[in-house]
């Protein structure tokens, strides 16, 4: 497989580009951002790229992908729901549209977050704009699916590029385990979503959007299918 990833820099970007560098199934990855990933490895291909919201210009380094994982993201906390729809809704939507006249075939895999609210129309800011980028991708003709997230375990001396969230996770890292045992359904690893992402770019899933607990059982499905 050939797949690109946008926002492979961030705290999920970095766990789903480790897992599709470790897969032997996948042949190129393709990593678009304003910034290089910083990682070296014989099936990476670093997409630098400033305008995010047109890319015309980088059609030849998109083609020919068999899947678009889209993790891209920011916390909303200080910005205007303009800005935070800019690149929350207008970013995935402009990619998205390039790519489905590139790649009609492909699946596209969006990292949301729980709790986006997908009527539209919810009193949350982040949640409504989240649930819009979501429908707005599912109504495209390629395979969509939606990732909706609520805690993620950074694996693998991976961290987030938001400074709030790394105290969060110095503070609660050593419990992050224990939290995952016990409340299985909402906590997944980085590592999890990378794996998860691979199998519905392989194998598609049995609903398009997906939960934690969702992600979890994809996975333990795999792991039954292989035992």
């Not at 961030?10 to 042949?27: F, S, T």
């Not at 949301?112 to 109504?139: F, T, Y």
Request: with cysteine.
């Amino acid at each position: 497989m050939n797949i690109v990833i946008f926002g492979a820099t961030g705290m999920i970007g970095q766990g789903v580009l480790r897992e599709c560098l470790h897969d032997p199934d996948v042949e190129v990855v393709k990593a678009v951002g304003r910034s290089p990933t910083g990682a070296s490895h014989p099936k990476l291909r670093d997409v630098v790229f400033g305008d995010m919201r047109n890319f015309g210009a980088i059609e030849s380094d998109i083609s020919g992908v068999d899947a678009c994982f889209f993790c891209l993201g920011v916390t909303s906390a200080g910005m205007t729901e303009l800005d935070y729809a800019r690149v929350t809704y207008d970013i995935p939507v402009a990619a998205a549209t390039v790519l489905a006249r590139l790649n009609p075939s492909m699946t596209f895999v969006l990292v949301s977050g729980a709790g986006a609210d997908s009527s539209e129309h919810g009193r949350v800011m982040w949640a409504r704009i989240k649930g819009k980028a979501e429908n707005a991708i599912l109504r495209f003709p390629f395979k969509g699916y939606v990732f909706r997230p609520a805690v993620v375990e950074p694996m693998h001396g991976i961290k987030s590029r938001t400074a709030i969230y790394n105290i969060a996770y110095s503070v609660l890292g050593p419990l992050l385990p224990l939290i995952r045992r016990v409340f299985r359904s909402y906590v997944v690893t980085t590592e999890e979503i990378g794996q998860a992402m691979l199998i519905v770019a392989r194998s598609g899933a049995p609903k398009r959007v997906l939960e934690s607990r969702d992600i979890s059982a994809l996975l333990e499905s795999r792991m039954g299918s292989t035992s």
